[in-house]
Protein backbone atom coordinates (compact mmCIF):
# COMPACT_ATOMS: atom_id res chain seq x y z
CA UNK A 1 0.00 0.00 0.00
CA UNK A 2 1.26 3.52 -1.18
CA UNK A 3 1.26 6.25 2.26
CA UNK A 4 -0.45 9.46 0.84
CA UNK A 5 -0.19 12.86 1.59
CA UNK A 6 -1.70 15.76 0.17
CA UNK A 7 0.01 18.17 -2.26
CA UNK A 8 1.25 21.91 -0.78
CA UNK A 9 -0.43 23.41 -3.58
CA UNK A 10 -4.14 23.50 -4.49
CA UNK A 11 -5.74 20.34 -6.93
CA UNK A 12 -8.20 21.02 -9.32
CA UNK A 13 -10.06 17.44 -9.65
CA UNK A 14 -12.94 16.45 -11.76
CA UNK A 15 -15.01 13.55 -10.45
CA UNK A 16 -17.93 11.71 -12.40
CA UNK A 17 -21.06 10.80 -10.21
CA UNK A 18 -22.53 7.48 -11.72
CA UNK A 19 -25.73 6.52 -10.65
CA UNK A 20 -27.82 2.81 -10.40
CA UNK A 21 -31.28 4.01 -9.24
CA UNK A 22 -30.26 6.04 -5.86
CA UNK A 23 -26.96 4.19 -5.49
CA UNK A 24 -23.26 5.66 -6.52
CA UNK A 25 -20.46 4.35 -7.46
CA UNK A 26 -17.43 4.85 -5.04
CA UNK A 27 -13.75 3.74 -4.68
CA UNK A 28 -12.89 3.05 -1.24
CA UNK A 29 -10.50 4.90 0.37
CA UNK A 30 -8.22 3.57 3.17
CA UNK A 31 -6.00 4.97 5.65
CA UNK A 32 -2.21 3.90 6.13
CA UNK A 33 -2.96 1.49 8.52
CA UNK A 34 -5.48 -0.87 5.55
CA UNK A 35 -8.68 0.71 7.49
CA UNK A 36 -11.67 1.79 5.36
CA UNK A 37 -12.01 5.45 6.48
CA UNK A 38 -14.95 6.39 3.44
CA UNK A 39 -15.83 6.76 -0.31
CA UNK A 40 -15.49 8.74 -2.89
CA UNK A 41 -16.30 9.25 -6.29
CA UNK A 42 -13.69 8.27 -9.59
CA UNK A 43 -12.14 10.59 -11.49
CA UNK A 44 -8.77 12.66 -10.96
CA UNK A 45 -6.78 15.61 -11.48
CA UNK A 46 -6.63 17.89 -14.13
CA UNK A 47 -3.50 18.15 -16.09
CA UNK A 48 -2.57 21.46 -17.31
CA UNK A 49 -4.24 22.59 -20.49
CA UNK A 50 -6.96 20.39 -20.08
CA UNK A 51 -10.36 21.11 -19.62
CA UNK A 52 -11.94 19.46 -16.53
CA UNK A 53 -14.77 17.24 -19.31
CA UNK A 54 -11.80 16.54 -20.77
CA UNK A 55 -9.70 14.99 -17.26
CA UNK A 56 -12.88 13.60 -16.48
CA UNK A 57 -13.50 11.76 -19.59
CA UNK A 58 -9.53 10.63 -19.78
CA UNK A 59 -9.78 9.17 -16.00
CA UNK A 60 -12.27 6.70 -16.69
CA UNK A 61 -10.79 5.93 -19.93
CA UNK A 62 -7.44 5.14 -18.20
CA UNK A 63 -8.91 3.69 -14.53
CA UNK A 64 -12.12 1.66 -16.00
CA UNK A 65 -11.27 1.87 -19.83
CA UNK A 66 -14.71 2.83 -21.01
CA UNK A 67 -16.04 5.88 -22.69
CA UNK A 68 -18.55 7.91 -20.29
CA UNK A 69 -20.59 10.62 -21.20
CA UNK A 70 -21.41 13.67 -19.27
CA UNK A 71 -25.29 14.47 -18.96
CA UNK A 72 -25.07 17.93 -16.38
CA UNK A 73 -23.78 20.53 -15.36
CA UNK A 74 -20.79 20.21 -13.04
CA UNK A 75 -21.50 21.15 -9.19
CA UNK A 76 -18.41 22.95 -8.42
CA UNK A 77 -16.91 22.94 -4.34
CA UNK A 78 -14.22 23.67 -2.62
CA UNK A 79 -12.70 21.20 -0.60
CA UNK A 80 -9.90 21.85 2.62
CA UNK A 81 -9.16 18.95 4.79
CA UNK A 82 -6.54 17.27 6.86
CA UNK A 83 -4.85 14.01 6.54
CA UNK A 84 -2.60 12.71 8.69
CA UNK A 85 -1.85 16.15 9.77
CA UNK A 86 -1.35 17.99 6.49
CA UNK A 87 -3.92 19.79 5.04
CA UNK A 88 -5.25 19.52 1.72
CA UNK A 89 -6.79 22.07 -0.88
CA UNK A 90 -9.01 21.06 -4.05
CA UNK A 91 -10.94 23.09 -6.30
CA UNK A 92 -13.41 20.00 -7.57
CA UNK A 93 -16.17 19.87 -10.76
CA UNK A 94 -18.67 17.28 -10.25
CA UNK A 95 -20.97 15.69 -12.85
CA UNK A 96 -23.25 13.06 -13.61
CA UNK A 97 -22.44 10.25 -15.96
CA UNK A 98 -23.36 7.94 -18.30
CA UNK A 99 -21.84 4.59 -19.14
CA UNK A 100 -22.26 2.37 -22.41
CA UNK A 101 -25.03 0.61 -21.89
CA UNK A 102 -23.11 -2.94 -21.19
CA UNK A 103 -20.61 -1.52 -19.14
CA UNK A 104 -20.36 -3.73 -15.22
CA UNK A 105 -24.20 -4.96 -16.15
CA UNK A 106 -24.58 -7.53 -13.17
CA UNK A 107 -21.44 -6.56 -11.56
CA UNK A 108 -21.74 -5.19 -7.66
CA UNK A 109 -18.21 -4.23 -7.40
CA UNK A 110 -15.61 -2.82 -10.43
CA UNK A 111 -11.47 -3.37 -9.60
CA UNK A 112 -8.77 -1.43 -11.07
CA UNK A 113 -5.92 0.11 -11.11
CA UNK A 114 -4.84 3.40 -10.28
CA UNK A 115 -2.16 4.80 -12.42
CA UNK A 116 0.37 4.47 -9.16
CA UNK A 117 -0.43 0.70 -9.48
CA UNK A 118 -2.64 0.27 -6.27
CA UNK A 119 -5.75 -2.07 -7.05
CA UNK A 120 -8.69 -0.30 -5.60
CA UNK A 121 -12.42 -1.40 -5.16
CA UNK A 122 -15.44 0.53 -6.33
CA UNK A 123 -18.52 -0.15 -5.73
CA UNK A 124 -22.47 1.12 -5.76
CA UNK A 125 -23.52 2.75 -2.35
CA UNK A 126 -27.18 3.89 -1.08
CA UNK A 127 -26.76 7.09 -0.81
CA UNK A 128 -29.04 7.34 1.54
CA UNK A 129 -26.53 5.12 3.62
CA UNK A 130 -23.24 7.29 3.17
CA UNK A 131 -22.21 9.52 5.93
CA UNK A 132 -24.58 7.25 8.07
CA UNK A 133 -24.67 3.35 8.91
CA UNK A 134 -22.18 3.28 5.70
CA UNK A 135 -18.98 4.54 4.99
CA UNK A 136 -17.81 8.36 5.48
CA UNK A 137 -18.92 10.39 1.51
CA UNK A 138 -15.68 12.07 0.36
CA UNK A 139 -15.16 15.20 -0.05
CA UNK A 140 -17.04 16.36 2.97
CA UNK A 141 -20.07 17.79 2.13
CA UNK A 142 -20.78 16.65 -1.15
CA UNK A 143 -24.13 14.45 0.77
CA UNK A 144 -25.97 17.09 1.82
CA UNK A 145 -25.15 18.86 -1.73
CA UNK A 146 -26.49 15.89 -3.40
CA UNK A 147 -29.30 14.99 -1.53
CA UNK A 148 -30.41 19.06 -1.98
CA UNK A 149 -30.00 18.91 -5.89
CA UNK A 150 -32.40 16.01 -6.01
Not at 22 to 36: P, R
Not at 45 to 61: H, M, S, Y
Not at 105 to 119: T, W, Y
Amino acid sequence: MTVWRPSPHIKVKALGLHWRGDDLLAVEVYDDDGQLTGVRPLGGGVEFGETWQQALIREFREELHIDIRITGSPMVMENIYVHHGQTGHEALFLADVQFPDDAFAGLDEVKFLEDNGNECTARWFPLADLDGPGPSLFPAGIRSRLVARA
